[in-house]
């Protein structure tokens, strides 16, 4: 039996091919730059704001 191509099909299609691994690549790069040792300061600088008394 042929597959019918219906825009359901072809849209389901695109996300699992296309958009999945172009966000799970996002996701991976967001961690690799929140751990990177040279972003530690930053993080750590940013991370005593809310106990800071101004």
């Known amino acids: 039996m042929k597959a019918i191509l219906t825009v359901h099909n072809l849209a ?3 996300v699992t091919s296309v958009w999945t691994p172009i966000f799970v690549g ?3 790069a967001i961690v690799i730059y929140a ?4 972003n530690q300061a930053a ?3 940013a ?4 106990l800071r008394e101004e």
């Open 47 to 50: 991370s005593r704001i809310p």
């Open 26 to 28: 996002l996701f991976v």
């Open 35 to 38: 751990l990177w040792p040279r």
């Open 43 to 45: 993080f750590d600088e």
């Open 12 to 14: 389901s299609h695109l």
